[in-house]
């Protein structure tokens, strides 16, 4: 997780999916997210980046076309998971 100070623990024992978690707003928002408690699930298009921010955030990667219904599905399934 990085280095920025957790504000509250609201999240604690949720998930959340956030799409183009790689770079951005994304980014921003899995790290958010994480830092109040969230096991985060990173869905990017750009497997190095998305991993990237998975491993930071201590969450999971899915690699997701948002294009693709099967793939939206398969993100949604690890987060169920």
Sequence with gaps: MSTEEIVCRRLVG???????????????????LAS??????????????GKAAAEEVGGTFVKVDVTDPEEVEALYRTAFE
Excluded: Y
């Excluded at 949720?14 to 958010?32: D, E, F, H, K, Q």
């Excluded at 096991?39 to 190095?48: A, L």
């Design 14 to 32: 949720r998930t959340a999916v956030i799409t183009g978690a790689g770079s951005g707003i994304g980014l921003a928002t899995a790290r958010r």
């Design 36 to 49: 109040e408690g969230a096991h985060v699930v990173c869905g990017d298009i750009d497997e190095t980046a």
